[in-house]
């Protein structure tokens, strides 16, 4: 885990809704989230068995979509940026969901969702993002195999 991109989803995926219009994603300030980082790792999403998972992470249940045969790598690195013991390229505002004690003046963060895009997975703590999101790349993957780019 290291270029995880941080963002929001609101309300519920609607049919036909592309990951570009579903997830928003916040500025991270490098070139590395930039120059195809997203669809690159839509596609590589695409090309492999992708399943919704859950574990609890300080009473919070964390849902991940990714490949079955990772998740156990996956929890672990969840785990440890909860922690803060995991270095990433910028600063995504997780644990803040995970320990509300670390929060900024109390505020509760707007970042929602989080997408790995080296590794290809997402997770998040709303069960309906997750679920969204794959909803959200099918739409997507369809739309660039007719000539789309996003």
């Known amino acids: 885990m290291y270029i995880l991109q941080a963002g929001t989803v609101k309300g519920?995926?609607?049919?036909?809704?592309?990951?570009?219009?579903?997830?928003?994603?916040?500025?991270?300030?490098s070139s590395e989230y930039e120059f195809?980082?997203?669809?690159?790792?839509?596609?590589?999403?695409?090309?492999i068995k992708m399943k919704d998972l859950k574990f609890n992470l300080n009473d919070k249940m964390i849902y991940v979509l990714c490949k079955p045969q990772e998740f156990?790598?996956?929890?672990?690195?969840?785990?440890?940026?909860?922690a803060g013991t995991i270095r990433l390229k910028e600063r995504v505002g997780f644990s803040e969901?995970?320990?509300?004690?670390?929060?900024?003046?109390?505020?509760?963060?707007?970042?929602?969702?989080?997408?790995?895009?080296?590794?290809?997975?997402?997770?998040?703590?709303?069960?309906?993002a997750v679920e969204g999101f794959g909803c959200a790349l099918n739409a997507s993957?369809?739309?660039m195999n007719k000539g789309g780019t996003k």
């Open 36 to 47: 195809g980082a997203m669809s690159k790792s839509l596609r590589a999403m695409n090309t």
């Open 12 to 29: 519920e995926w609607e049919p036909g809704q592309k990951v570009t219009e579903y997830f928003r994603p916040q500025y991270m300030g």
């Open 97 to 128: 969901w995970i320990y509300p004690d670390t929060r900024y003046q109390g505020e509760e963060p707007d970042d929602n969702i989080w997408w790995e895009l080296d590794k290809n997975y997402v997770f998040s703590m709303i069960p309906k």
């Open 72 to 82: 156990d790598q996956i929890k672990s690195d969840i785990f440890r940026l909860a």
């Open 141 to 143: 993957i369809r739309y």
